[in-house]
């Protein structure tokens, strides 16, 4: 049971402070967080990814990082181009399981690709052809995963006052256990270090917003190189570097100037 103090001593004008501990108050030094963001109109938000990238940067490139995050849109209120390299992909990949499993689902996808890139050749069609790539190796080495879809949280990891979203790709039931998976379809292979930091906050992520996941269940699934990453045997004190890096950029957030 939670204790607080009774009106009459308490301080902050009569405000009852749970005395929690653990992930009650983390949540509650969240809510704070997010409260004074509002308060003091400043918005710092990142993606997992943007985080990873930005611990493994040099200095000249951590600042551009954050002034792509700080900035989305042009100086003239116009939306920043973003592309999502794969994202017919990765629909077609949870639609499959979805559907469970029926391989049509992913070839009728690649037959569609095929069909856009063939009428629309301005489409970019080094893009299509990674999507249609990416789905066959998944169709390949992945395929027979027994994944019952579910629907996908928006875990975020908050410290410093800046927040990491780090929505899964696909949050499915295996076996009567739900996992949490971050899809790669790259053909560069992907750093450890940033594999591992991904793992690392999604699991932080989804442990305050209580999914009951364990560091075993979060998994990275490098689709091109045919592995498969989890959380279960990961450095204790990198959630000491990445609240360290949380903290850099909060620091560096309000010095960063829109070019």
Not at 159 to 168: D, F, K, L, N
Not at 203 to 226: C, M
């Amino acid at each position: 049971m939670q204790e607080t103090q009774s009106p009459a001593h308490l301080p902050n004008g009569g405000i009852s402070v749970p005395r929690d501990t653990g992930e009650e108050k983390a949540k509650t030094y969240g809510i704070i967080e997010r409260a004074l963001r509002e308060i003091c109109g400043v918005d710092m938000r990142i993606s997992v990814k943007v985080l990873a990238d930005f611990m493994l940067a040099s200095d000249a490139r951590r600042r551009s990082i954050i002034r792509d995050s700080k900035f989305p849109k042009l100086k003239d209120g116009k939306p920043k181009p973003q592309i999502v390299r794969y994202s017919e992909a990765r629909a077609a990949i949870r639609d499959y399981h979805a559907s469970n499993n029926d391989l049509n689902v992913l070839v009728g996808e690649i037959e569609k690709l095929i069909k856009k890139k063939a009428e629309h050749p301005e489409k970019d069609p080094a893009r299509i052809d990674d999507n249609i790539r990416a789905i066959k190796a998944y169709i390949a080495h992945f395929s027979k995963n027994a994944f019952v879809v579910l629907t996908t949280p928006r875990p975020v990891y908050g410290s410093g006052g800046v927040e990491v979203s780090a929505t899964p790709d696909l949050y499915v039931e295996e076996n009567g256990v739900k996992r949490l998976i971050k899809l790669d379809f790259n053909q560069q292979k992907p750093r450890e270090r940033a594999i591992e930091i991904i793992l690392k906050v999604m699991h932080e992520a989804a442990s305050l917003q209580q999914l009951g996941i364990k560091p075993r269940d979060v998994l990275y699934l490098d689709v091109s190189r045919r592995t498969r990453h989890t959380g279960a045997k990961l450095n204790k004190s990198l959630k000491k570097d990445i609240d360290a890096a949380l903290a850099t950029i909060q620091d560096m957030w309000a010095n960063i100037k829109q070019n």
